[in-house]
């Protein structure tokens, strides 16, 4: 299981798709147990405080690493994206990441970003997917696109993997394996990334199934 705040070994990055993923758990104060965390239990979390756990709210946290400032760093198994911050600290945001077969890992770097983006699903979507195929010309940007307030676009060299870290308009799915691939978060933290990042700048996306220890 995974254990939001547990850490374990670091995996080396390649690019491609991954295996099965574990369940996610989340520790309850309540009952000072650690419960499963799945879609009900998300959805339910959400409607009755309006917010996600307090793990996945964007929080300062120590980290150590030895990339620079300005460097992002998804941990996929924990449901976590940072952004190093000098002195040893990293701003950590609570994300949505892919569903068992949609995982991936590797290097890339943000080729451009975009408020209220334009959604166009790629082919491979389009054709899976009906409710997508009716937008395969591209979705206008708003508050009913599903790429939310802003998106930073994922390159390898020059070029576009596809993969987008953006926004959400659901919410409570952070913390969730549930998308095709690209990295969700919620509408206010993308906004606050998209206000601290800069083009061409490294993005570190770690196996799942093999968690950050103590940073990269």
Known sequence: MRKIGLIALAAGLCLGPLAALAATQIYDARTKKW??????????????NKQV????????????TAEPPGT????????????????????????????????????????RTAEWPT??????????DPNAAKW???MPGGPDNPLGARALYLYEGENDTIY?????????????????????????????LHSRVK???????????????KGV
């Not at 994206?81 to 990441?97: S, T």
């Not at 959604?119 to 899976?128: D, G, L, N, S, Y």
């Not at 952070?174 to 993308?190: A, E, F, K, T, Y």
């Open 199 to 213: 083009i061409g700048a490294k993005v570190i996306v770690l196996m799942q199934g093999a968690a950050l220890y």
């Open 119 to 128: 959604w166009t699903p790629p082919p491979e979507m389009v054709a899976r």
């Open 72 to 111: 992002i760093i998804i941990d996929g198994n924990q449901h976590f994206l940072y952004l190093v911050q000098p002195g040893g600290q990293a701003i950590r945001y609570g994300i949505g990441v892919g569903r068992e077969g949609f995982g991936w890992a590797g290097i890339v770097r943000i080729g």
């Open 164 to 192: 987008r870290i953006h926004g959400t308009v659901e919410p409570w799915t952070i913390g969730l394996d549930v998308s095709s691939g690209c990295i969700r978060m919620n509408n206010d933290d993308i906004i606050d």
């Open 136 to 138: 395969a010309a591209g």
């Open 35 to 48: 419960v499963d965390y799945d879609k009900r239990k998300a959805r339910q979390y959400f409607a009755r």
């Open 53 to 64: 756990p307090e793990a996945f709210r964007r929080q300062v946290v120590p980290f150590r």
